[in-house]
């Protein structure tokens, strides 16, 4: 658990979290076991996602996989441990308990079969057969637990309608932003700067923005995407500099 | 999913937790989501445990495990989607809102490093070497979950501390006595009756209660164990009549 969770990575989601939290004016401290809770829970996808049995990936982050280093066995139970860990992290914090039970019904559902697991077995199931299945598979896959991690604290500060639907515009937005990126990375990355090797999208026969669309148009869409989420942090007002900064990030990033 | 949750099984943690209810002098039905969200783990904890890389078990209840039936990926996240549902379950349990994240706290504990998969991960590391150590991973592995089906009802109800403490010791006796039943029958059962292979403990090499102490001295212990469990109950007070009959049956059953 500690050598995955603690092998790097870029930590967007905990920092989504607390960008939000400033965003609305409050204290981002605070929201520290919600925003962990949910890397713990990215970081458990991930060890299973490179298992064997599902991506049968050796590298991640620059290091050996979790299986690779400890055995598929210990690599299971790592996974289930740094669920269950996140589910008693997130007990633990602060706020209305009945709006911190709505955060993490929010969060288990982004993590179940109507997100993260739900997308990640469409994927395994035999993946996306066009565009509009494609974007509904990274929507469930990873879309769901980055709008989580705005969603969690717009339900822990009882943000208003409408911000909050301006900030879930602009989460779901992230959320594809990020996928576009990904997909291009992954053809013109190199193995040093991905911390895994590159090409894996194209190996696994999956089909990606870059696939279905050229590198190019693909591109433009992140571009397109960039602009439309950057458009909703405007409409949702409050000091989201540092949102914006993330989005930035997330279009720019080569790693 | 729905083919391991559905395949049978003697839900034995749900009942407990409704019985704690009735024990309690509350209406069962109240308790429904906790009793269902404990089922989903158990059987998420199944399907997990019978994986290649784990026990490596073909057959649970009489069918074949999920990663026969449905390959290695969609059994790893079958398991993974259960919690995740478990989780959003107990958030729509009725109560106290802060009693509820308490309820929800007690279970991630029992179902993390300090409980099912801590004893998990202690049973693959090379499980146990004597009988104190057998009793320490039994205690996480089975234990405590056993012993969070009564105690998210005793937080829920707010139940007093004379009580509680002496439910917890009556499910702590109780969770012994299950895994010693359970050594034993691995030896005496039928596959039919048990659902699977008789002798699977030996096969994997493991320490059991039967192969410390030999059948009579197990039987002996198991008949020790229910004796302390029922004087337990006695001590709780309340209407036990169904946890006396949980642990009758636990002692007495052959499948």
Redesign the interface.
Known sequence: ?RYSLLAGGKRVRPVLALATARALGADPERFLPAACAIELIHTYSLI?DD?P??DDDDLRRGKPTAHVQF????A??A???L???A??LF??QPG???R???A??EL??A???G?M??G??VD??GGAADPEALRELHSLKTGRLIAASLGVVLILEAAGEPETMAFRRFADELGILFQIVDDILDVTGSDEQLGKPRGSDERHGKLTYVSLFGLERARELAAESHARATAALSDAGGETGDLRGIADYIFTRNE
Chains 1, 2 share one sequence.
């Open positions: 658990m299973h298992l049995a599902m055995g598929e066995d210990v299971i139970l996974g289930d441990g669920f269950a860990e589910i008693r007990c633990e209305e308990p009945p911190v039970l709505a993490l019904r288990s559902t993590t179940g079969l997100g697991v739900g990640q077995y395994v199931a």
